[in-house]
């Protein structure tokens, strides 16, 4: 219950010549019709971060479970100083329908040698492949979708450039992956504007290939170029910003 302090109550005037409060002659927060008590400052919460670009976790690949059991016809070989892979089939008895998927899922791979010899090996599948490559395209769609929905940004970019690769190492493959790039391009979408603000300095990563923003316009230029005349709208549609490097 609201109680007063002193049993007269000071008139207007006496509060304004002395600076009387009358906040001050209340004790309790009780009994008055509206609460004469200050408000407390509640700190006002900071907006939620949404993560969309925010790394997910790893979960171990196809190929590391191969490798481990001894699946794959390859191993780490040394001239010098440099490391390389040895295959132990000739390329031509390969199927690729089996391996090279198993390879483009170790491009998550950090650890060594898993992720030396998936990079390393899904190049020279890449390059010695020819014809064999267009069919194993559909099986393909999985593995690149889940590397880049990983978010990393080491990873996003080496799947990248084996994308590139893949479209250039023969002929109707960028035709035959159109239908895909709804499972492709939206994550691209969603990283294209990841570029590094660092003023008038130099970027060294536009040098080493490791820009995500930049890749990722060199890798739709690539594929808009060896699409087929039906890449630029299917590349609009899930990319609204991308302007055509073909037709200007």
Not at 140 to 169: D, F, G, H, W, Y
């Amino acid at each position: 219950m609201t109680t007063l302090r002193s049993k007269q109550i000071p008139s207007a005037e006496e509060l304004k010549t002395t600076g009387f409060s009358l906040k001050r002659t209340l004790v309790g927060k009780g009994g008055a019709c509206s609460s004469l008590a200050e408000a407390k400052t509640v700190p006002k919460p900071a907006a939620p971060v949404s993560g969309a670009t925010k790394p997910r976790p790893a979960v171990q690949t196809e190929f590391r479970r191969f490798y481990d059991r001894g699946d794959l016809p390859l191993q780490v070989a040394f001239d010098g100083a440099q490391r390389k892979v040895q295959w132990k089939v000739n390329f031509d008895k390969l199927d690729y329908h089996h391996y090279l998927p198993i390879f483009f899922d170790g491009i998550r791979e950090h650890k060594e040698p898993y992720k030396f010899l998936a990079r390393q090996g899904t190049y020279d599948l890449l390059a010695k492949g020819g014809p064999k490559i267009l069919s194993v395209i559909p099986q393909l769609i999985i593995p690149v979708k889940t590397a880049l929905n990983t978010r990393e940004p080491e990873v996003v970019c080496e799947m990248l450039k084996l994308l590139q690769k893949l479209v250039m190492s023969g002929e109707l493959i960028g035709e035959a992956l159109v239908p895909y790039y709804r499972q492709i391009l939206p994550v691209l979408n969603l990283l294209k504007n990841k570029n590094v603000n660092i003023g008038d300095r130099i970027d060294y990563s536009q040098q080493k290939r490791t820009n995500v923003g930049d890749l990722i316009d060199e890798t739709l230029e690539v594929l808009e170029v060896h699409g087929g005349e039906d890449a630029f709208i299917n590349i609009k549609y899930m990319i609204p910003t991308y302007e055509s490097k073909v037709l200007r």
